[in-house]
């Protein structure tokens, strides 16, 4: 979905930043991490990964490290090329991956843009960031009203063998709780939970984090998405951080956008923004080009778009904001299951998550230097890295039809089944 204001808002910010842009991409090249980024940051993310500050100053972007550090740091060669390799450019990754990413992809949703009528205009991304709130930018929700008639839909994607899955329609519910800011391009909404073979609680959410230093200038993010309302997809570490502003996040592909709504993550798959524009390539008469070279018209969709950049809202701001709001007590209760709930244990090759029992509910509460370092890729002490992935991961271009959809709503006593030819047929403007 393309908002014209935030596209010219998005293109002026990347024009300011043109000279400290390029320099950060310099540094990226050639120089070590903590002359990349700020120390403090470098820091912040050596420890959430579980490694110490002394080994970011010998590690670059670009290439391995061969210098052996200082004795007393207690750091190995070994363990300076395992950074590296969680930060550079490197695609060996830990065999769990996949199946960390399988989990947070479950609580992606497209949201079902619909009016008064009952009717969907349009589609976003969205995605759960507590069992009942789902997040995604303000100019796909922009009102109270926008959300009332609005929905989220869950498994719009393909099986392993390439068959549609069934989808699950929730009814978003507004007047339990609702908070939007323009500023920051973002609205958090309430999810009815509705009578479906399928709880939400299933579908888990994405925990999200107000520490800083989830992710470095001159790493790379994956996003998880419904691009113009397609059947969910992902770019994989295919968005390059070239800068960080105050609120916003640039982040560099020539090949996979993002979408309104997505959830941009990292590599251990903690959500460090809230994607929501980009900064398009222009003709001489300052008209949007389509990736291939023609002038883009709004019904190409956004994925048509030949992007130069994409921008981000930094995830820490956004909690700020959403902790800054004064709101009634059962909506505070709602707010403080965003910091406080954790996510159910995904089980991949089937459709169904595992509660955290209160001793694992302890145990991830408690600091643990082995936890920290547990979110890094495993290697072993010569620099390798094993790869066992016992599941079959599938993407899907494109959008199935004949794949039944299961919704919910207030008034439903039990699930209705629908073809989703009757949503894109109602006259959907794909975005």
């Known amino acids: 979905m393309i908002d014209i204001n935030v596209l010219e808002e998005t293109e002026e910010r990347y024009a300011e930043r043109k000279a400290p842009r390029e320099t950060t991409q310099r540094k990226i090249e050639t120089r070590p991490l903590s002359e990349v980024d700020t120390p403090e940051r470098v820091e912040q993310r050596m420890e959430r990964l579980g490694f110490g500050a002394e080994m970011a100053r010998s590690v670059s972007v670009g290439e391995l490290v061969t210098a052996t550090l200082d004795e007393p740091s207690g750091v190995t060669n070994v363990e300076a090329v395992a950074l590296e390799r969680v930060l550079g450019r490197s695609d060996l990754l830990s065999a769990n991956y996949f199946r960390r990413g399988l989990a947070v992809a479950s609580a992606v949703g497209r949201i079902r843009i619909r009016n008064d009528r009952g009717r969907v205009v349009g589609f976003g991304t969205g995605f759960m960031v507590s069992p009942r709130l789902v997040l995604t930018n303000n100019h796909v929700l922009r009102s109270h009203q926008d959300a009332s008639f609005s929905q989220v839909e869950f498994n719009f994607q393909d099986d392993e063998q390439g068959r549609p899955l069934p989808t699950f329609v929730f009814d978003l519910d507004p007047n339990t709780f609702f908070i939007t800011d323009a500023a920051l391009d973002f609205s958090i909404v309430a999810v009815r939970n509705g009578a479906l073979p399928r709880p939400l609680k299933s579908f888990g959410f994405c925990k999200l984090i107000e520490a800083e230093g989830k992710i470095l200038l001159g790493e790379y993010a994956s996003i998880i998405q419904h ?18 502003l105050d609120n916003f996040m640039h982040y560099k592909t020539d090949t996979a956008p993002g979408s309104s709504g997505s959830a941009v993550f990292n590599d251990q798959w903690e959500v460090v923004a809230l994607h929501h524009s980009g900064v398009p390539k222009r003709d001489a008469q300052k008209r949007v080009l389509a990736t291939d070279g023609k002038v883009w018209t709004e019904d190409m969709g956004e994925q048509r778009i030949a992007w130069i950049a994409n921008e981000g809202v930094r995830i820490s701001r956004v909690i700020k904001r959403i902790k800054a709001q004064n709101l009634a007590s059962a909506q505070r209760i709602l707010r403080n299951e965003i910091f406080e709930a954790e996510p159910p244990r995904f089980v991949p090759g089937s459709e169904t998550t595992v509660e955290p029992s209160p001793a694992l509910r302890a145990a991830a509460a408690a600091p643990s230097d082995a936890a920290s370092f547990s979110r890094s890729p495993v290697l072993g002490r010569d620099g ?14 494109g959008t199935p039809f004949d794949a039944p959809v299961l919704s919910a ?12 030819a009757s949503v894109t047929d109602a006259g959907a403007a794909p975005a």
């Open 384 to 397: 390798s890295v094993s790869w066992t992935i016992p599941l079959t991961v599938s993407f899907q271009v």
């Open 409 to 420: 709503s207030a008034a439903d006593a039990g699930p209705s089944i629908t073809s989703p």
């Open 227 to 244: 691009p113009n309302g397609e059947a969910k997809q992902l770019a994989l570490r295919e968005n390059q951080v070239i800068d960080l």
